[in-house]
């Protein structure tokens, strides 16, 4: 069973940047996937990007695509979501999942989400 846990959400200003990390642990397979979703107040959940982590490829939601960066470190079986030129539509609930597959089409085990504010 893997298991991920979010962090580094917070308050941050328009305009600046934040960095999320994913955290994965437990029985891990050879060939997975990390995503990152969003779910703004009142709005249904969206997939922001998605990173394989055995050969890094890479996908992310085109909208996010010239601000936002995915990125991993194997050593540390960590995933990052470095957020850049914030606005406060990106104020949402991040959350990361786990897709056994590799394939970024089906997530089988989801964290418990961190919270992002972006002030105007």
């Known amino acids: 069973q893997v298991q991920v846990v979010e962090s580094g959400g917070g308050l941050v200003q328009a305009g600046g940047s934040l960095r999320l990390s994913c955290a994965v642990s437990g029985r891990t397979f050879s060939r997975y996937a990390i995503g990152w979703f969003r779910q703004p107040p009142g709005r249904v959940r969206e997939g922001v990007s998605c990173i394989n982590m055995k050969d890094g490829t890479t996908n992310t939601a085109d909208s996010l695509k010239d601000r936002f960066i995915i990125s991993k470190d194997n050593t540390k079986n960590t995933v990052y979501l470095q957020m850049n030129r914030m606005t406060p539509e990106d104020t949402a609930v991040y959350h990361c999942?786990?897709?056994?597959?590799?394939?970024?089409?089906?997530?089988?085990?989801w964290g418990q989400g961190t919270k992002v504010t972006v002030s105007s």
């Open positions: 999942a786990a897709d056994y597959d590799g394939r970024c089409q089906e997530y089988d085990t």
